[in-house]
């Protein structure tokens, strides 16, 4: 392995653990959460590609195994809901060749890191959706089915993570655009 793989690893490895120590703030509101470790995830795909932010989505997950912060109904709603879901935060890497050509070239990357941040914690929710209409109906409100539960539920959970991600992002974009580029 050379060295700027271990760098990189280390680099997804240290971001996962950020992302983990988030997922500890007390942020599950009314009967939505807002899941801040989505932040750093959306940060390190913009500087290190979809790969890495993939790879950093994945240790995140295997973090709330390894602590013991799970739900664990079945284990396809475990699969789904701790390895895939939190791994694919990182498609927000799916933008960071532009957003990085942007960054360089001195225009503005605010509409590219958003699109990425909207993707990552969309298919994010989408698997939180599924596996909530098909495994969390139980916890729904009488008479309420367990689709629109579910919407409701990860719907809201999105829209807030999403808005969180893009405002928080976008003021360290303006404040500290280093963050987001690999230094030569
Ligand atoms: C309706 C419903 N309720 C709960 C869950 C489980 N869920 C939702 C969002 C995020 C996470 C990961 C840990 O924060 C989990 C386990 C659901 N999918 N649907």
Known sequence: ???SHI???AEEAII???AMALSYLPLDIAWYQISLGCLPIAILSMRRGLLAGLTSGFIWGLLHLLLGKIYFLSVIQFTME???AFML?????LTSHSFQAQLKAGKSPYMTYSLGALLGC???YLIHFIAGFIYWGQYAPKHMSPVIYSLSVNGSSFIMTSLTVIVIGIILIKTYPKLFQVQP
Request: aromatic fraction near 16%.
């Open 1 to 3: 392995m050379s060295n």
């Open 7 to 9: 760098k990189l690893l």
């Open 16 to 18: 996962a653990a950020i």
């Open 82 to 84: 701790y390895f895939l």
């Open 89 to 93: 935060m990182g498609l927000a890497g």
């Open 122 to 124: 969309f298919a994010k």
